[in-house]
């Protein structure tokens, strides 16, 4: 009876320390990977999320965020395989993984293919990132008219009170929207709606913002607002690009702007954007063969 009570001791002790049990130590995984994630720590988010891949519980969900991270380290074709197992028998994760799959796509060239995913969740409930993605790709080749049938579908979201001005994630989406329909004021307004809910701790919200400031001639704006994200996830190769773009933008500082774009391709070495700064570094060098 004493030895029993010894061992319940200790387990709750180990209990009240933080010591997890091994299914204990998988739900945890789940939550560090998607933290580490986000502050662009890919090898912890690699680690935790394997861990969590073990665990039923937490499989699918952890499928959801391997896609991204395989999205973001330029595994493309594994990000589409992934992304695809996390999607399947559920509607609702099939619709949150939709755009990065697609994504992952339109990096292999395969934009037709990314426009059936999209388009297979675009009338689903809270598909907004879905029909954001749409009109993106859409705009990218040359169909507008098209492109804003599906970006009307976030505007309408947020005219019939779906996305509220308290909704970082939507607000953000509303502003993107705006931005792509050429709507610049409105898409300012959205993005400080955004922010004012907590997008300031989101990095996607942040590029796209910096993106519009650079548009619109605004490169001290861009900078600040590029400087957050990458306090935020300093090892992103997509902030490292950007923050590339606004030293050029800013300084014309060549010999930055390149150390940045070759950090970025040892994150991701498929990266298109990156070779686009790279080869407009060269040509502004004369470097023409290179």
């Known amino acids: 009876m004493l030895q029993t009570r010894r061992w319940v001791a200790i387990a709750l002790l180990a209990t009240g320390l933080g010591l997890a049990t091994p299914a204990a130590a998988q739900d945890d995984a789940l939550a560090t990977g998607k933290s580490a994630l986000a502050l662009s720590k890919y090898d912890v ?7 969590a891949l073990k665990n039923p519980k937490t499989k699918a969900e952890a499928q959801v965020y391997q896609t991204r991270l395989l999205l973001w380290t330029g595994r493309y074709a594994d ?11 559920s509607t609702p994760r099939k619709v949150r993984v939709a755009r990065y799959v697609a994504e992952a796509l339109v990096r292999q060239g395969k934009a037709a293919d990314a ?6 969740v675009k009338n689903e ?4 990132a879905a029909n954001l993605y749409l ?18 579908v976030i505007i309408n979201g947020y005219n019939n009170d779906e996305i509220k001005d308290d909704d970082a994630t939507g607000m953000s989406y509303v502003g993107r929207a705006t931005y792509l329909m050429r709507s610049y004021e409105e898409a300012n307004s ?20 910096a993106e519009l400031f650079l548009d619109k001639y605004n490169p001290g704006s861009a900078g600040s607002t590029v400087n957050d994200a990458a306090k935020l996830a300093p090892n992103d190769p997509r902030v490292l690009v950007a923050l590339a773009h606004v030293k050029l933008e800013q300084a014309m500082d060549f010999r930055s702007a390149d150390k940045l774009i070759e950090r970025a391709l040892k994150i991701d070495v498929n990266l298109a954007e990156a070779y686009f700064v790279r080869a407009g570094l060269r040509l502004r060098t004369m470097a023409l063969a290179e």
């Open 115 to 120: 426009i059936k995913i999209l388009e297979a």
């Open 45 to 51: 988010a690699a680690t935790e999320l394997a861990k």
């Open 79 to 89: 990000a589409v395989t992934v992304g695809k197992k996390a999607g399947a028998g």
């Open 190 to 209: 959205s993005f400080n709606k955004a922010e004012q809910a907590g997008a300031k701790k989101r990095v996607e919200t942040l590029l796209w913002r």
């Open 135 to 152: 009109g993106e790709i859409l705009i990218g080749q040359g169909k507008r008219k098209d492109a804003e049938t599906a970006l009307m």
């Open 125 to 128: 409930s809270g598909a907004f």
